[in-house]
């Protein structure tokens, strides 16, 4: 099988390459990744060289590139591109909309000119909108997304399922919760922390600090995926998550005792416009029908992750110049 993994060099699709070739040696994968601020190629030096993997530096809104892609032959797509960060988003909406919307929608055309077994579109919980005190998401709650960034990721889910209704292609979206561990970049909540806390600079809580997020360790979502590429039934949405709520003041404060920092770091700021108070993902769909199950539970993986972070601060510290220096002076100045 060929698989086109876009977007393979961020944080979810470089996990998701490296696990898939551990996993299924037999494929080849293609990683079309534009490279932008949140793409590190680094993350893929184990298996750069290997004859099943080959990168592609292009953009998925550039009709020529993924054109050129797809003549090569592409049996799957993998749709991890994206911009990702919603503070981001509130600065910058505009990327969003090109790459969440029109990037997927140049990709869907592609695979409908030339055929795919499958085009799955790797989504998130946000498009959901934000949670009372009780119930979970199902696939069926209605998308009521409120940042940017999660109305451009409802426009491609919108889009993938209308390329699936018109004109048949074989789709799945799939519905993840927050995910965390190894090479995750160090604007999310968790590497953020864990990485401001080790230079005991503050730690800028939005808010009260008691907005809820539910955890996965991002292995488990990739053998999610996995599972919904070979038998996600054509047409479907699987929601992804492990049932591991957690309040934003409970992860930091897990970071400072596990890191043996003070609690003093902690500096409760303006709250993010928009901010979702509550996720939390009910899995019976994709437990039930593919027998997904995680792997990881959130008290040790967390602690692996922290553990990561340590052993890895040239990765992180190398990310923290330049751009992101710019970005993080913009997204906390005044707060
Ligand atoms: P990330 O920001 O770490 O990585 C995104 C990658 O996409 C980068 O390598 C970047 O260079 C690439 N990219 C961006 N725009 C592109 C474009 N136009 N063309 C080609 N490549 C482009 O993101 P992530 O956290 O790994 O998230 C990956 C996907 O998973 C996204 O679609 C996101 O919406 C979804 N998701 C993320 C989470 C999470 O907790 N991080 C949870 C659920 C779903
Ligand atoms: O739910 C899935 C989503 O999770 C993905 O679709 C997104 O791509 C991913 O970025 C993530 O979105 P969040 O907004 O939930 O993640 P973030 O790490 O930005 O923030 C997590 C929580 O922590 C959120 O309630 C905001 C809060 N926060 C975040 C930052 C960066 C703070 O309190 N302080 C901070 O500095």
Same mark, same amino acid.
């Given at each position: 099988?060929?698989?086109?993994?876009?977007?393979?060099?961020?944080?979810?699709?470089?996990?998701?390459?490296?696990?898939?070739?551990?996993?299924?040696?037999?494929?080849?994968?293609?990683?079309?990744?534009?490279?932008?601020?949140?793409?590190?190629?680094?993350?893929?030096?184990?298996?750069?060289?290997?004859?099943?993997?080959?990168?592609?530096?292009?953009?998925?809104?550039?009709?020529?590139?993924?054109?050129?892609?797809?003549?090569?032959?592409?049996?799957?797509?993998?749709?991890?591109?994206?911009?990702?960060?919603?503070?981001?988003?509130?600065?910058?909406?505009?990327?969003?909309?090109?790459?969440?919307?029109?990037?997927?929608?140049?990709?869907?055309?592609?695979?409908?000119?030339?055929?795919?077994?499958?085009?799955?579109?790797?989504?998130?919980?946000?498009?959901?909108?934000?949670?009372?005190?009780?119930?979970?998401?199902?696939?069926?709650?209605?998308?009521?997304?409120?940042?940017?960034?999660?109305?451009?990721?409802?426009?491609?889910?919108?889009?993938?399922?209308?390329?699936?209704?018109?004109?048949?292609?074989?789709?799945?979206?799939?519905?993840?919760?927050?995910?965390?561990?190894?090479?995750?970049?160090?604007?999310?909540?968790?590497?953020?922390?864990?990485?401001?806390?080790? @230079?005991?600079?503050?730690?800028?809580?939005?808010?009260?600090?008691?907005?809820?997020?539910?955890?996965?360790?991002?292995?488990?979502?990739?053998?999610?995926?996995?599972?919904?590429?070979?038998?996600?039934?054509?047409?479907?949405?699987?929601?992804?998550?492990?049932?591991?709520?957690?309040?934003?003041? @409970?992860?930091?404060?897990?970071?400072?005792?596990?890191?043996?920092?003070?609690?003093?770091?902690?500096?409760?700021?303006?709250?993010?416009?928009?901010?979702?108070?509550?996720?939390?993902?009910?899995?019976?769909?994709?437990?039930?029908?593919?027998?997904?199950?995680?792997?990881?539970?959130?008290?040790?993986?967390?602690?692996?992750?922290?553990?990561?972070?340590?052993?890895?601060?040239?990765?992180?510290?190398?990310?923290?110049?330049?751009?992101?220096?710019?970005?993080?002076?913009?997204?906390?100045?005044?707060?």
């Amino acid at each position: 099988m060929r698989i086109l993994v876009t977007g393979g060099a961020g944080f979810i699709g470089s996990n998701f390459i490296l696990y898939m070739m551990r996993q299924h040696p037999q494929d080849e994968i293609i990683n079309l990744d534009a490279l932008t601020y949140a793409g590190n190629l680094e993350n893929l030096k184990s298996v750069e060289n290997e004859p099943n993997y080959t990168f592609v530096h292009g953009d998925i809104a550039d009709k020529g590139k993924v054109d050129e892609v797809f003549k090569g032959g592409v049996d799957v797509v993998v749709n991890f591109a994206a911009e990702s960060h919603v503070d981001r988003s509130i600065l910058e909406p505009e990327a969003f909309v090109n790459a969440n919307v029109l990037g997927t929608q140049v990709l869907l055309d592609a695979a409908k000119r030339y055929g795919v077994t499958k085009f799955v579109q790797v989504s998130t919980d946000e498009v959901y909108g934000s949670l009372g005190e009780t119930g979970l998401f199902s696939e069926t709650t209605p998308l009521a997304p409120n940042s940017p960034y999660s109305a451009s990721k409802a426009g491609g889910d919108l889009l993938v399922r209308a390329y699936h209704e018109t004109f048949g292609l074989p789709v799945n979206i799939t519905r993840c919760s927050n995910n965390y561990g190894p090479y995750q970049f160090p604007e999310k909540l968790i590497p953020l922390m864990i990485s401001r806390a080790l @230079h005991d600079e503050s730690l800028p809580i939005y808010g009260d600090g008691l907005n809820i997020r539910d955890w996965l360790y991002v292995e488990d979502h990739c053998s999610a995926i996995d599972l919904v590429i070979r038998q996600g039934r054509i047409g479907e949405v699987y929601n992804i998550g492990g049932n591991n709520e957690r309040t934003n003041i @409970h992860i930091v404060q897990t970071i400072l005792k596990e890191l043996g920092k003070p609690e003093s770091l902690i500096r409760y700021v303006e709250d993010r416009p928009g901010h979702d108070r509550r996720y939390g993902i009910d899995p019976t769909k994709i437990t039930e029908e593919l027998g997904w199950k995680p792997k990881h539970n959130f008290e040790t993986g967390i602690k692996e992750t922290i553990q990561w972070y340590l052993n890895n601060k040239e990765w992180w510290t190398r990310i923290q110049s330049g751009a992101y220096r710019d970005y993080m002076a913009k997204q906390y100045s005044g707060r």
